[in-house]
């Protein structure tokens, strides 16, 4: 009997968040609350293009070296993002953690408020007004 096929592995595995209509106010407050973070691309829908001109077709932005895609969706769907799938964040600074905190809070829900719990001396959890769910802690 023969063993499996090998393939190819993936060469990267990037998260892609969608949005319908967000995406570039996302965008500029993700980069704009984590000190590396940096916007890598920006595409936008034309007039004759599937989405509505002038949303996003594509962008790519990068916290501590992770890329992230994201676009805005041209069909509204009846989901959103949710808390069970979140974006982990490791902070060396408490100053960087707590600016985050506060930025993604604003006009968000706190899930797990900012404290000192048995398996963080500081961590928090919220999802962001966009509905992205980020758990952040001090490393």
Sequence with gaps: MAGPTVTAMPQQVTPFLMFTGDAEPAVELYTSLFDDA?????DRFGPDAAGA?????QAT??????VFR?????????FGFTPSFS???ETASEEELDRAFAGLADGGTVLMPLDAYDFSRRFGWVQDRFGVSWQLTLT
């Design 87 to 89: 974006i982990w964040v």
């Design 38 to 42: 940096r916007l890598l691309t920006l």
């Design 53 to 57: 001109e002038g949303t996003v077709q």
């Design 70 to 78: 994201c676009f805005d969706s041209p069909p509204v769907h009846d």
């Design 61 to 66: 932005f990068s916290i501590a070296g992770q």
